[in-house]
T-cell receptor, first 111, second 114 residues
Framework: QKEVEQDPGPLSVPEGAIVSLNCTYSNSAFQYFMWYRQYSRKGPELLMYTYSSGNKEDGRFTAQVDKSSKYISLFIRDSQPSDSATYLCAMSFSVGGKLIFGQGTELSVKP | KAGVTQTPRYLIKTRGQQVTLSCSPISGHRSVSWYQQTPGQGLQFLFEYFSETQRNKGNFPGRFSGRQFSNSRSEMNVSTLELGDSALYLC?????????????FGEGSRLTVL
């Protein structure tokens, strides 16, 4: 079993839809949680990070962490075709520690 | 401000050969990490360097090695290439070794082993 599980999709939604992306993890020692976005033929770019249970909002993006259930989510409101990319969750045990990535979910937002 | 630069972007090698990949971090960034990305395994951590010292190493065989120079530029080397080494190799830099996920990735070097 992988330490971080993420449904690879692909996920296809119409423009304007609310998108929900999820990851589960098995090791309760993870302390820091991140979401990266990766466009085709590009490197990943950091979208959001958090270190506590609860919600964190940034524009159309909301990151949610539930440490008791070992479950994190990323919500995208009013999705746009430009959001079409692969979304990767990542976690680390400590500040500056190596990142453990999920498999990534391929998202396609259709106009 | 220039981003993380990786060279070469694409390369093809044959089994048994060795390869060296180069990474120039963002100016002022002292920490460099390397990741391997494959369709089957996703992104996997290779190693991390800070001020020319390897601080973390992933679960890869000794054929994979790296180093960092005094100007923070980094190289990774894979010797005795195997077909399974075909992957996108990503370099990421951060300002310090204390960044919480504040990694800035390059576009990667895509290695194909025939």
């Amino acid at each position: 079993q992988k330490e971080v599980e993420q449904d690879p999709g692909p996920l296809s939604v119409p423009e304007g839809a609310i998108v929900s992306l999820n990851c589960t993890y098995s090791n309760s020692a993870f302390q820091y949680f991140m979401w990266y976005r990766q466009y085709s033929r590009k490197g990943p770019e950091l979208l959001m990070y958090t270190y506590s249970s609860g919600n964190k909002e940034d524009g159309r993006f909301t990151a949610q962490v539930d440490k008791s259930s070992k479950y994190i989510s990323l919500f995208i409101r009013d999705s746009q075709p430009s959001d079409s990319a692969t979304y990767l969750c990542a976690m680390s045990f400590s500040v500056g520690g190596k990142l453990i990535f999920g498999q990534g979910t391929e998202l396609s937002v259709k106009p | 401000k220039a981003g993380v630069t990786q060279t070469p972007r694409y390369l093809i090698k044959t089994r048994g050969q060795q390869v060296t990949l180069s990474c120039s971090p963002i100016s002022g960034h002292r920490s460099v990490s390397w990741y391997q990305q494959t369709p089957g395994q996703g992104l996997q951590f290779l190693f991390e360097y800070f001020s020319e010292t390897q601080r973390n190493k992933g679960n890869f065989p000794g054929r994979f090695s790296g180093r960092q120079f005094s100007n923070s530029r980094s190289e990774m080397n894979v010797s005795t290439l195997e077909l399974g080494d075909s992957a996108l190799y990503l370099c990421a830099s951060s300002l310090t070794d204390r960044g919480i996920g504040e990694l800035f990735f390059g576009e990667g070097s895509r290695l194909t082993v025939l």
